[in-house]
């Protein structure tokens, strides 16, 4: 029990902090750091398996999930790689992004 417990609160410490980390460019996503950080990170999977494009994101993000825009989708995209990135390295799983 307190083993589940210890691993239940050491997700949400990294979901926490992947959340909250500050990523360069991203001045260029007029929506909430919090809100697309997580839904990167709910596609995150995805990306992993290659079942998503990191462009198929950019889009997805844009017309699925409202998800606002000041820049064109070359400059958004390195945001969103950095969030990606970020991910990768505090979940411990390497990650082949495919534009």
């Known amino acids: 029990m307190n083993q589940s417990k210890s691993d239940e609160k050491r997700k949400l410490k ?11 460019g991203e001045v260029y996503i ?6 697309w950080k997580e ?7 995805k990306l992993e398996r290659k079942e998503l494009t ?7 993000l844009e017309t699925k999930e409202s ?3 000041s820049q ?18 505090v979940t411990k799983r390497p990650i082949t992004i495919i534009e």
């Open 39 to 45: 839904l990167v990170l709910r596609h995150f999977n």
């Open 54 to 60: 990191l462009m198929e994101l950019v889009k997805w």
């Open 72 to 89: 064109k989708y070359e400059l958004v995209k390195y945001p969103i790689i950095e969030c990606i990135k970020y991910i990768s390295k």
């Open 14 to 24: 990294m979901i926490e902090d992947i959340l909250n980390h500050p990523v360069p």
């Open 67 to 69: 998800v606002k825009y």
């Open 30 to 35: 007029e929506t909430s750091g919090r809100i």
